[in-house]
């Protein structure tokens, strides 16, 4: 995948780590020289509710919002958010899901049922387009902190983008600390690795 | 060099540029943040006020005072400032007066969705409306030239989309105020709004509003952009990114300043399109004057009597976004669906999916109380903060929640309408503050029997822990006098007062089962810092559920907690699953230790015991 025009919708539970990468992904639209804009909601999402943003890359970008139907990648942090925004998707779109399962309090009160593999392995199929998987929390305590989860995934995703893993680590750099640079430099390669060798390194 | 703002951060640099000196603000999404930023350039003034009409008043002391000031707050502040609005309008200050007012349509957090440029049209002050982060410094700035060139306050109205979308935004420098007076105005006819002085403002605020309609007609805000004549759309604020991305070539007349209108250009823009529309979220406030001017608009229904508040074109409720105004644009048949869509086809789940609500945090020193009223049965009127979450179940502990500081009058309504049941009113330290104390004084003065629990936890948590009256420090991180509740209550009449440990689940509950049996009014102070605080999230421990003394009761399910879960062990003799704890999410606050009839959860006193 070239990286010209991108609608990205990022997806995840309030905590993930969702708006700092969101935010790092619209700072490498602005490095790679594009229009960039990037939308997302506040307030009562924060307390364990479902978070959303969009980032796109343009010439000129208009709507902060891409329309449903036309995200060329979802970066889903947890597997029922990937779900739940599933239909955002354009036709033939890329569904990058990070391996990790966050029961609502509606599952643990025990009112609802959370998915089972089979139903996410079939939902996730027969959406047309390719689907890749991360296991973003092994692979950032792997690097030295799970806190680098997002990262991780953000890694994962360079690897779908023709994009130089040094303009990445640059735009990375410039949101941490100076002390978790080098942590968050390992996630990042470390998820890239894991699309790059094109399998699933934990299973 | 143009770099990502958000829209909020873009407009507290715009009040930097202007030069402006003064700001006060009640926080509120979506317009939190345009305070804490601006709050951080050098040598300004910012602060918290406890609610947005005295965050309105001390803006508009300053300007009174010569200074440049702002006042930002949500779209439902400005009911809650609309006093001072309203005089301030009338007056006029002697320096540049900037009230945002950032409206949240499709209610993303709040309790209503009204159109606040409405506010401006009613107040006659001018409204300017911007469509990225670039335009809202850019008319922050122009709105405090604007503010001065017409003496009158100017309202800066944006939504949701606007303050929390970042966009590329150039950023100017600092220019300091032009010109300030010497001494404060000694001017009755112009400040003392006594009915003599006020009416004789009155016809020089009609005038003002015509004199800055005319200014509309030149202002750079207001442009025209010719593409096709096929189709011309008036519109402003973010539906100028739809219009833009659904409607390429359409030619578009974009408003800048949507108060008040500027009738040459629109008719002279009118003339030069064959058919006419109004792309604008919520009220049809550009439309219906449009038409109020006799400027025909395409109605694609061709209706010849409209009911009133109708929009031709675009739903009147909720966010737009490319989706909806494609759909509208294709039911009006202003465009055509396009043919890869046709045969595309959409993504389709077709499977239900458990929701994620969200819920009162783990650790959350309003659980205990919420979890007692619940379990006593009793009406609960509520109040907007994070406690508005213990609607939800298992807790269902609020029965209403209107506005802001509004629990105590509606639990005294209730009273003294001779309701038979004992009202409780629920509200947290930054709400009782905001609009709760006139409440409470009220409750004291009459002598209703409504039991009232100021949740303290130390913060004004839902909108991202902003300091208060209560927390000993300001937005500019200066200490200063931290205010107490007790004595505060106790000052305001009520002679019923105990302040208790937040996680105390016991305590609660007997104090509450014992006042409900007593008369006349009382408060119970819940206090304990909000676990999110970095002081109290040092202080986490998670807790552990011991296997062999659960039997799966599930009255720990019963207070709400994420991180108590249903473990798949089963209860040998009930085939009830145990309990489990979250070791990940749990603060180890020990509400459920204490709800456990089996001591089946160590304290954390206990777990250090059995460390040893």
Known sequence: MGTGKMNFMLVGVGGQGTLLASDILADLGVRLGFDAKKAEIHGMAQRGGSVTSFVRWDKEVFSPIIAKGEVDILLAFESLEALRYLEQLKPGGTLLVNNQEIEPITVKAGDEVYPTSAEFSKAFENTAGKVFHVDGVQLAEKAGNAKTANVAILGALSALLDTPSETWLEVIEAHVPPKAVEVNRKAFLLGREQIEMGGNIFK | MKRLLSGNEAIAYGAWEAGVEVASAYPGTPSTEIL????????????????????????????????????????????????????????????????????????????????????????????????????AKDLTVMAFDISEQF???????????????????????????????????????????????????????????????????????????????????????????????????????????????????????????????????????????????????????????????????????????????????????????????????????????????????????????????????????????????????PLNAIDTCGCMGASIGVAHGAAVAGDKERHFAVLGDSTFFHTGMPALLNVAYNQSNVITIIMDNRITGMTGHQENPGTGRTLQQKETVTIEFEPLVKALGISKVLTVEAYDVELIEKTLKNWVKEDGPAVLITRHGCALLPEERKKWMPLTVIKEKCNGCTICFRIGCPAILKSETMDAKYNRPLAEIDPLMCTGCEICARVCPRDAIPTREQMLAMEV
């Not at chain 2, 965050?55 to 005072?65: E, K, P, R």
Request: with cysteine.
């Open chain 2, 36 to 135: 804490e930023h601006f709050a951080r350039f050098p040598g300004v003034y910012a602060e918290w006020a406890p609610n947005e009409k005295v965050a309105l008043d001390v803006a508009i002391g300053a300007a009174y005072a010569g200074r440049r000031a702002l006042a930002t707050m949500k779209h439902v502040g400005l009911n809650v400032a609309a006093d001072a609005l309203f005089y301030a309008a009338m007056t006029g200050a002697e320096a540049g007066l900037v009230i945002v007012s950032a409206d949240d349509p499709s209610m993303h957090s709040s309790q209503n969705e009204q159109d606040n440029r409405q506010f401006a049209r009613f107040a006659r002050i001018p409204c300017l409306e911007p469509s990225d982060s670039q335009e």
């Open chain 2, 151 to 393: 003496d009158t306050p100017v309202m800066l109205r944006t939504t949701t989309r606007i303050c929390h979308t970042s966009t590329l935004t150039e950023v100017g420098t600092r220019r300091e105020q032009a010109v300030r007076i010497e001494k404060y105005p000694r001017n009755a006819k112009k400040y003392v709004m006594v009915p003599a002085n006020a009416r004789k403002r009155h016809p020089v605020i009609e005038q003002r509003i015509l004199d800055l309609a005319d200014f509309g007609e030149r202002f750079e805000a207001n442009r025209i952009e010719m593409r096709s004549k096929e189709l011309g759309i008036i519109t402003t604020g973010v539906s100028y990114q739809y219009a833009r991305e659904v409607f390429p070539d359409a030619s578009i007349l974009k408003l800048g300043m949507v108060y008040p209108l500027p009738g040459k250009l629109i008719r002279s823009f009118a003339k030069n399109v064959d058919k006419l529309i109004v792309l604008e979220e919520l009220d049809p406030f550009i439309e219906e004057q449009v038409r109020c001017m006799g400027v025909p608009l395409f109605d694609p229904e061709q209706r010849d009597e409209l009911a009133p508040n109708t929009k031709l074109i675009f739903p009147m409720t909720g966010e737009l976004d490319p989706a909806i105004v494609r759909q509208s644009a294709i039911r009006a048949k202003l465009i055509e669906v396009p043919d890869e869509k046709k045969t595309q086809g959409r993504i389709e789940l077709g499977m239900a999916l458990p929701g994620r609500p969200p819920v009162l945090c783990p650790g959350c020193p309003h659980r205990s109380s919420l979890y007692v009223l619940h379990k006593m049965g009793v009406p609960i009127n509520g109040d907007i903060g994070c406690y508005t979450l213990g609607v939800t179940p």
